[in-house]
């Protein structure tokens, strides 16, 4: 469960919800705006904490385990693309992904930042800052980042929200490819079932419990 705020403005994001990501899986969370999407995706994460019940991660608990041995759990296994990519607006598409890589990847096993950004087709945007690219660049840039972090898992808010539908499919697309190359669980939040189809396994929120589960 997780509940954000105290008293009367107390608010029940999600209840009794349980779920397993299997390594390399692809599940989709579908549902509404406001109906816990997010919310889950960090908890998942360990953003959030909830408030009551569990995440494990790889057999460890994530409650069970200090500030720091959690950041380097996030920081080793899991990364974001946030809704809207959050980029650093002044740091070029380079030194986003070069960030990123830093301050997750360990020393012995450096990744250039270029070929991450080759890899979503970016190159030529190096040099750009984030207000200098269109949405779906910026939604490379996030991807190329979130790569370069190696994670098991890689949790999507809203991939494609921002993006027409082409440029959205194209972001999927890569996404797939990317996914069946380095094969990490991918955990993808849309209100977009054709999104959400593209996937493994949907499960629908509404008001923070689970609707419905499709194959
Ligand atoms: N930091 C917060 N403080 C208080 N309430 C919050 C907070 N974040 C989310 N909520 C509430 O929790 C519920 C679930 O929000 P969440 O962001 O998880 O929904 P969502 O499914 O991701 O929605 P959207 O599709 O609009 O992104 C909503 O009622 C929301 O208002
Ligand atoms: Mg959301």
């Not at 660049?137 to 898992?153: K, S």
């Not at 490819?177 to 499960?203: I, P």
Request: glycine letters at 10%; proline letters at 4%.
């Amino acid at each position: 469960m997780v509940e954000y705020g105290h008293g009367e403005g107390r608010v029940r994001a999600l209840d009794s919800v349980s779920l397993e990501v299997g390594p390399r899986e692809r599940l989709a969370l579908r549902g509404r705006s406001g109906s816990g999407k997010t919310t889950l995706l960090h908890a998942l994460g360990g953003l959030v904490e909830p408030t009551s019940g569990e995440v494990e991660l790889d057999g460890r608990l994530l409650a069970t385990l200090d500030d720091e041995a959690r950041r380097g759990i996030r920081a080793s296994s899991i990364a974001y693309v946030f809704q809207g990519a959050n980029l650093l607006p002044t740091f070029t598409g380079f030194e986003n992904v070069a960030f990123a890589i830093r301050a997750t990847s360990s020393p012995d096993a450096p990744v250039d930042p270029l070929m991450l950004l080759r890899l979503v087709g970016l190159a030529d945007k190096a040099e750009h800052l984030p207000g200098e690219m269109s949405g779906g660049e910026r939604q490379r840039v996030a991807l190329a980042r979130a790569l370069g972090q190696h994670p098991a898992l890689l949790l999507c808010d809203e991939p494609t929200g921002q993006l027409d539908s082409d440029t959205g499919t194209r972001i999927l697309d890569l996404i797939d490819a990317l996914q069946r190359e380095f094969g990490f669980a991918l955990v993808t939040a849309t209100h977009d079932e054709h999104v959400a189809a593209r996937h493994d396994r949907v499960l629908v929120l509404e008001e923070g419990r689970f609707a419905e589960a499709r194959a």
